[in-house]
Every structure is written in C-alpha cells, then in structure tokens.
C-alpha cells in the first residue's frame, strides 16, 4: 500500500461522513467504452458528431438514427457491464453508515446493480425510459430489442419513449445538482473518482467543499487538481480494492 492509500485509508476510518463522486472512469473501468473518443469511427456510421446525436434537439428531428446510434454506441456495452471492486466497496461503505452520499456522472446504474442505495445521478439513467404523455415505462433492454425509434403502444398514444438522460445542450436537473451540492458543502471526507473534472457544471460541485480532506483519484491530470488535498493517480478499482471498511470510531 503507498503512502498516499494509507492517507487515505487512515482519513476513511476517522469519519462517518464520506462523500464520493463518480465519474465516468469507474463506468471505464467495467468495461463500458467512451463513445466520445470513437469519433473517427463513428463519423463514417453515423455522419454527424456525437455531441449533435446525443443532443435534445436531435432527438425530437431524428428519433431513428439516435435510436440507432444510441442502441448500438451507448445501450449495448452498457447492458452486459457489471460492476467492479469500486462499486462493490461503495456499497460496503453505504452499509457501514460512513457513505453518506454517492454522487454519479455515469447512467448505466451499476452501483445500484451493485446494491448501492444513496445516490444522486446527475445525468440521469438509461434504464429509465417513460412516454412523455401516458407515463408507459420501457426498460433499457427494451429499447435495445426495438429495431425503430421506440414510440409508446398504448391504445393510440404514439408518444417518443424518452430515456431520462443528459443530452448535450441539456441543463443539469437543478434539484439533483443542489443535493449534490449540499454534501460536497457538508462533507468530511470527499472523494472524487474517475473523472479529470474538465466539464462545468458537473466539475463545479467540488468547488463547493470546504473541508480539507479533498481526493482526487483518476490517471489522467485535470483543471481543479490544485485544490486536491491527496492525489492518487492510479485506476479507481485498483485504489478501492485496497481499503478497508471499519467502523467509525
Ligand atoms: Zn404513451
């Protein structure tokens, strides 16, 4: 164990107010590919950007070929994912009562898959999928079996099936963001994981806590990691695998 784990281990132990934050590294991690970084590859598929496809408005003018890319690209990976030691050591966490708050970029809910209860989803979730006029509820798995833009088969309703996520150009639901907000403010002890923190508003949690006990754990440098009080630079189940949960003095 390096010195920077014993740090941290040693900070985890002294409190039962944890905040963690994960982002889309730990999803990475379970083997979920970044779609944002194939888009060489999905430029010849799919002719148009990938921040043009996930946005709102391509969703209502184009329903067949999101519903294509976003079967394909984001549904398929994410539907044979499981989770990993991170997950599983946060849910450790949650049931010793030092968690008090998961905070979560990703949308696949493998913490929740993984037994994790608390938790704020700042983007929303692909499992999640209502008709915006009768509330009919489909699954990811679903919407993945469809061949066609998913529209709602109640009686004549014919509405666009929505999955509950961020798009590009989306504003962050407010409620969930000030939740998260209100135990970065309140922390003891918090955790970022996974993420380099580039993207506002997401990034801009971490401005809120005012304690000293700030981690950062990504491989990759990133724009707020001079507030950090610990950096560990290693991938996040790594990290995880090697603490341990005991109790709170
Ligand atoms: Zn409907």
Redesign the pocket.
């Known amino acids: 164990m390096t010195q920077a784990i014993e740090t941290l281990q040693n900070w985890m132990d002294n409190t039962g107010n944890i905040v963690f934050y994960s982002g889309f590294g730990v999803s990475h991690e379970s083997g979920i590919p970044d779609y944002r970084r194939m888009e060489a590859n999905h430029f010849d598929t799919y002719k148009y950007p990938v921040e043009t496809i996930l946005s709102r408005p391509f969703f209502e003018r184009k329903a067949e070929l999101f519903f294509q890319y976003y079967r394909n690209r984001v549904l398929a990976p994410l539907l044979t994912a499981d989770p990993n030691p991170t997950h599983q050591k946060l849910v450790e966490l949650e049931k010793a009562d030092k968690l008090r708050m998961l905070i979560t970029q990703n949308i696949d809910e493998l913490h929740q898959e993984a037994g994790s209860r608390k938790i704020l989803e700042l983007y929303g979730s692909v499992m999640r999928n209502n008709?915006?006029?009768?509330?009919?509820f489909l699954s990811a798995l679903d919407i993945y079996e469809r061949s066609t833009a998913p529209?709602?088969?109640?009686?004549m309703?014919?509405?666009m099936?929505t999955p509950d996520i961020f798009l590009y150009g989306d504003a962050l639901n407010p409620d969930i963001l000030n939740n998260a907000i209100y135990y970065a403010l309140t922390a003891n002890l918090f955790i970022v994981a996974g993420t380099s923190l580039a993207e506002y508003p997401a990034a801009s949690i971490v401005h809120h806590y005012t304690g000293n006990k700030l981690v950062l754990i990504n491989e990759e440098e990133g724009p707020l990691d001079h507030r950090a009080n610990l950096i560990i630079r290693a991938p996040v189940s790594e990290v995880m695998a090697q603490l341990t949960v005991n109790p709170t003095p």
């Open positions: 008709c915006p006029r009768c509330e009919r529209t709602c088969d109640v009686d309703c014919g509405g099936i």
